[in-house]
């Protein structure tokens, strides 16, 4: 179970990873190391998911993404984040998570999807 | 222009999600195609939006508009319930993205 929450955050983390390289990449080659993030990302996710509710496991995923990628626009990109925009992102973060969590309600139900 | 790649980026994600389901069952060509295209599709849409909008504005929406739409998509053809807390969490979503479009 442990190991399962470390998937989360080793996929939480490597979300990051690619979005900050999306944004810093400027050569040809940069996209190789990149692609290579993505995919570890997606392994963690599979990984995650094996365990614990996807549900759950994505509404912390992207939580913690979308957290992450404000953070990330404000102290490395310099960007202004208005306290409206903080507002709207945070309403959209409690929609998914309100999402996944009927999502993991669904499973503990045994509905089939 | 920017917004129209985010929504581009959450199609594809769509297209990849619903193409990853098909190729776990049956690894044809066809799945392979639709699997590989639609998540190589959002991401390139993505990063064209990062261009146009802020990183953490375009990444909230597609994370929204991602997930919104797969919980539609199993609403109106699989038969998942419509409860109530589903309703809300996506009118919270969708409150959400018009409000980022509005500040942009």
Same mark, same amino acid.
Request: glycine content about 12%.
């Given at each position: 179970?442990?190991?399962?929450?470390?998937?989360?955050?080793?996929?939480?983390?490597?979300?990051?990873?690619?979005?900050? *390289?999306?944004?810093?990449?400027?050569?040809?080659?940069?996209?190789?190391?990149? %692609?290579?993030?993505?995919?570890?990302?997606?392994?963690?996710?599979?990984?995650?998911?094996?365990?614990?509710?996807? *549900?759950? %496991?994505?509404?912390?995923?992207?939580?913690? *993404?979308?957290?992450?990628?404000?953070?990330?626009? %404000?102290?490395?990109?310099?960007?202004?984040?208005?306290?409206?925009?903080?507002?709207?992102?945070?309403?959209?973060?409690?929609?998914?998570? *309100?999402?996944?969590?009927?999502?993991? %309600?669904?499973?503990?139900?045994?509905?089939?999807? | 222009?920017?917004?129209?790649?985010?929504?581009?980026?959450?199609?594809?994600?769509?297209?990849?999600?619903?193409?990853?389901?098909?190729?776990?069952?049956?690894?044809?060509?066809?799945?392979?195609?639709?699997?590989?295209?639609?998540?190589?599709?959002?991401?390139?849409?993505?990063?064209? /939006?990062?261009?146009?909008?802020?990183? /953490?504005?375009?990444?909230?929406?597609?994370?929204?508009?991602?997930?919104?739409?797969?919980?539609?998509?199993?609403?109106?053809?699989?038969?998942?319930?419509?409860?109530?807390?589903?309703?809300? /969490?996506?009118?919270?979503?969708?409150?959400?993205?018009?409000?980022?479009?509005?500040?942009?």
């Amino acid at each position: 179970m442990n190991k399962s929450w470390i998937y989360v955050a080793l996929t939480s983390f490597f979300e990051l990873v690619w979005i900050f *390289g999306f944004n810093v990449a400027s050569e040809w080659w940069h996209w190789i190391p990149i %692609v290579f993030f993505i995919f570890v990302d997606f392994h963690f996710l599979a990984k995650a998911c094996e365990n614990l509710p996807t *549900g759950t %496991v994505y509404a912390i995923f992207a939580a913690i *993404g979308t957290v992450g990628t404000a953070l990330m626009d %404000v102290f490395i990109f310099g960007e202004t984040l208005g306290a409206g925009k903080l507002f709207f992102i945070a309403i959209l973060v409690v929609g998914v998570i *309100g999402l996944k969590i009927a999502d993991g %309600v669904d499973e503990k139900k045994g509905l089939v999807k | 222009m920017g917004w129209l790649f985010v929504f581009a980026a959450a199609i594809s994600e769509l297209v990849g999600v619903v193409g990853l389901n098909k190729y776990s069952e049956q690894k044809t060509f066809t799945n392979t195609i639709l699997f590989g295209g639609g998540f190589g599709a959002a991401f390139a849409f993505l990063y064209m /939006s990062f261009n146009y909008l802020q990183v /953490s504005t375009a990444y909230a929406v597609w994370i929204g508009i991602g997930t919104a739409g797969a919980v539609l998509i199993n609403m109106l053809f699989f038969g998942e319930s419509r409860s109530k807390g589903r309703i809300a /969490s996506l009118l919270l979503i969708v409150i959400g993205v018009v409000g980022l479009k509005a500040l942009s």
